[in-house]
């Protein structure tokens, strides 16, 4: 008896999962109930690496806290962006966190893991693994880890993104439309960083991927 | 009159080592150093661009990697988290966060810390004791000779035995009506818990510590001068949250210093008999603000973490 109430106790808890699991995936592949959540596929891709030409982020492996969070602060315009916003707008809370656990949990490339003890050959290599302290600005992996892999619920990766999307968010941190960071711990790094050094070390992150 | 003033200015401005001997105080905690005079800068180390390509060259760079990357690039030295790269920022170089330009010309010294003249191995030493509560490197291994052949590089041009302005935490004065350990703890919640995590664990990428462990088995022990309050204190006014340095006030430097270090951490090394009673009177009764062998919350701080 009680092995079978244990064994019922492990399926229903596998069921559970499993539904989780296929609401998140159906959610990214064929978009929430309501009509207006398109699919994430359509502009991040099946493998949820983004499309860098359109400049659609890598989702793919991102911890589902902070695509939670994502999510949420676009709906509540802490975080603007225009084409996201009526996707998320039409998803529930209970969709957005299904959808977050999916995209965790989605397969990513390995990266190489470059760290503060790497020579630099660049301006972007620079800025990442040494900073620009004069300016208060620290090395880019002292947060996002080696290589840019991301650490986790607050510090994403940043290797995987498109040049195209890392330049677009560090544009919208000097421009108020993104300001959903911990204590602006990312804003005030932005608005102190040049034109230059915001291409450069896009394309940094973004090179280190391919 | 005019004429005059200029001269003296000049004069004024003349290195002051002819007229004063080595300095000999204590080089224990750092005495709060001077602002640059108006219109002058901190002192300005090279560019990693301008180091030769030959056998001096090699030997800084691998004492650069060591010092930002401690744990992989010594791992037999480091018994936690730590990386000197965590307490000196800009890989050693920042003024006000103990820069290795403002410690490397100001040896050999007296230090009360072991009561004997150190010499520049001999303070990197203590580093990895009490800090990276690890185990001394011996003098003449390659790890302190490509430590040392980084210092002295940083401090090319640097005038030896003279206190630069800029070689400490700037120091912060403790509030008036003392430190409040529920107010750090406050600060540290809304503040540090993001990258620290809210227990003072660190966190990891992989196996890489990212963000430094602030206290328990992983951190700095008991003898490692960020132990002080009034350090920690320091410490974080000028470069904590970490790029955003000088935002919190005195006051919250204090209380959250006082709330970090309020934690069990690795014993102090130094330990005497087993007892934290006589380690707290020789090594921590006269060693600026710190709750070793303090009784808080019901319990005894001291005991270690091992």
């Known amino acids: 008896m009680k092995t079978i109430s244990v064994a019922a106790g492990l399926l229903t808890c596998l069921l559970t999962t499993s539904i989780q699991a296929d609401a998140g995936a159906d959610i990214y592949s064929k978009g929430g109930a309501n009509a207006a959540a398109l699919a994430c596929v359509t502009c991040h891709g099946a493998d949820g690496l983004g499309m860098a030409a359109s400049g659609f982020p890598r989702l793919a492996g991102l911890s589902a806290t902070y695509m939670e969070k994502q999510l949420h602060d676009l ?100 421009e108020g439309t993104r300001q959903n960071d911990p204590n602006d711990l990312m804003g005030h790094i932005a608005r102190s960083m040049t034109d230059e050094e915001v291409t450069a070390v896009s394309d940094y992150f973004s090179g280190l991927g391919k | ?169 700037p120091e912060v004065p403790e509030p008036a009506g003392g430190y409040d350990l529920a107010q750090g703890r406050q600060v540290y919640d809304a503040q540090c818990a993001v990258c620290h995590g809210p227990e003072g664990q660190g966190q990891k990428s992989g196996e890489d510590f990212v963000f430094p462990p602030l206290w328990g088995k992983e951190s700095f022990n008991w003898g490692a001068g960020m132990h002080r309050i009034n350090t920690a204190a320091a410490f974080i006014k000028e470069s904590m949250p970490l790029g955003k340095g000088g935002s919190l006030t005195d006051e919250q430097a204090w209380n959250v210093a006082a709330f970090m270090n309020s934690h069990e951490r690795p014993q102090d090394p130094r330990l005497i008999d087993g007892s934290i009673e006589e380690t707290r009177k020789k090594y921590h009764a006269n060693d600026g603000v710190n709750l070793y062998g303090v009784e808080v919350d019901g319990v005894v701080l001291g005991q270690g973490t091992n």
């Open chain 1, 75 to 174: 709906k509540a315009g802490s975080r603007v962006a225009p084409v996201m916003s009526p996707i998320v707008n039409a998803l529930t809370d209970e969709e957005i966190q299904s959808v977050s656990q999916y995209i965790e949990n989605m397969p990513t490339p390995s990266y190489p893991r470059v760290e503060r003890s790497s020579e630099v050959d660049s301006l972007g290599a620079q800025l990442a693994l040494r900073g620009a302290w004069d300016r208060n600005i620290p090395e880019c992996v002292s947060c996002h880890g080696p290589g840019g892999v991301g650490v986790g619920d607050a510090f994403p990766p940043l290797v995987g993104q498109s040049s195209n999307y890392l330049a677009s968010q560090l544009v919208a941190w000097r």
């Open chain 2, 1 to 169: 009159m005019r004429m005059y003033l200029a001269v003296a200015a000049t004069f004024l401005s003349l290195p002051v080592a002819a007229q004063t001997a080595v300095p000999m105080d204590d080089q224990s905690q750092l005495a709060p150093s001077a602002q640059p005079a108006a219109g002058a800068e901190y002192f300005q180390p090279p560019s990693e661009s301008d180091l030769p390509d030959n056998a001096f060259g090699e030997l800084v760079r691998e004492g650069r990697a060591i010092f930002v990357d401690t744990r992989k690039r010594a791992p037999e030295y480091v018994g936690n988290g730590m990386t000197c790269a965590n307490c000196h920022m800009d890989q050693g170089r920042k003024p006000n966060s103990a820069p290795l330009w403002g410690a490397y010309p100001m040896y050999p010294a007296y230090r009360s810390k072991n009561d004997k003249v150190n010499t520049y191995a001999e303070r990197m030493q203590g580093c990895f004791q009490f800090s990276m509560n690890g185990t001394p490197p011996p003098a003449d291994s390659h790890v302190l000779n490509a430590l040392t052949a980084y210092s002295y590089w940083l401090s090319t041009g640097a005038p030896v035995a003279e206190v630069l302005p800029g070689r400490a935490y």
